[in-house]
């Protein structure tokens, strides 16, 4: 603002200038400024954008690896290899995992909502340890933030006869067909947070099988 005023004062010593130019003259300066502004705030908010989905794409993986860890487990102990992840295989096919302080061990909890409806999906965010998790803790230091993370799993089926794998619908099993038998999951992790004024969302999918 003070520069156009300083602007406003040249122009009107400057002899022979009509109103009309210096009309336009004003007109060229304001809008240089406003697309300048415009172009600054918008490298912000892609900068903020970029690091809050680097963020999700972090916490989508690291769902990923839980589950996979926990299966490696299963068969180091010689446990059924879907062993731990579902507390209800046979109702339920969403979760969410989270890490135990005293146990000091990640543990699953079962879902039945989708991760609009679904309260424990939230994050929070550990300022002593710099976490983000499930846990929503009474401590001063732990704070909401905007991400929500849902797993879902849908089993892998092998049929024998055509010698190829099939992925059911979520909810449904391969038992229920005597042809198919169950291999494995496919593993999907989806991430939401609010930015910007609207809903981000990073999805991440990988394969999980009962083989080593």
Not at 5 to 12: A, D, E, G, P, Y
Not at 129 to 134: L, P, R, T
Request: with cysteine; glycine share 8%; proline share 2%.
């Amino acid at each position: 603002m003070r520069l156009i005023k300083r602007l406003f004062k040249n122009l009107k010593q400057v002899e022979g200038i009509g109103l009309l130019e210096m009309i336009i003259a004003l007109g060229v300066i304001i809008t240089g400024v406003i697309g300048g502004l415009t172009l600054a705030i918008n490298n912000l908010i892609s900068i903020s954008t970029n690091d809050s989905r680097l963020v999700a794409a972090n916490l989508a993986r690291e769902a990923v690896e839980v589950i996979r860890n926990k299966r490696d487990s299963n068969w180091l102990n010689n446990a059924l290899w879907y062993e731990g992840i579902l507390q209800d295989p046979d109702n339920n096919y969403r979760l969410i995992t989270f890490f135990e302080v005293g146990s000091n061990s990640w543990q699953f909890n079962d879902q039945t909502q989708d991760i609009e409806n679904c309260d424990e999906c939230r994050l929070y965010y550990h300022a002593g340890s710099g976490a983000i998790s499930h846990d929503p803790s009474a401590d001063p230091e732990v704070s909401l933030t905007s991400y929500k993370r849902l797993v879902t799993l849908r089993q892998i089926c092998w049929h024998e006869e055509i010698g190829s794998q099939t992925i059911l619908s979520e909810g449904q099993k391969c038992e229920d067909d005597p042809d198919l038998e169950w291999i494995g999951w496919q593993v999907n992790t989806e991430v939401r947070w609010q930015g910007a004024g609207r809903t981000h969302r990073v999805e991440l999918e990988d394969h999980l099988y009962n083989w080593r």
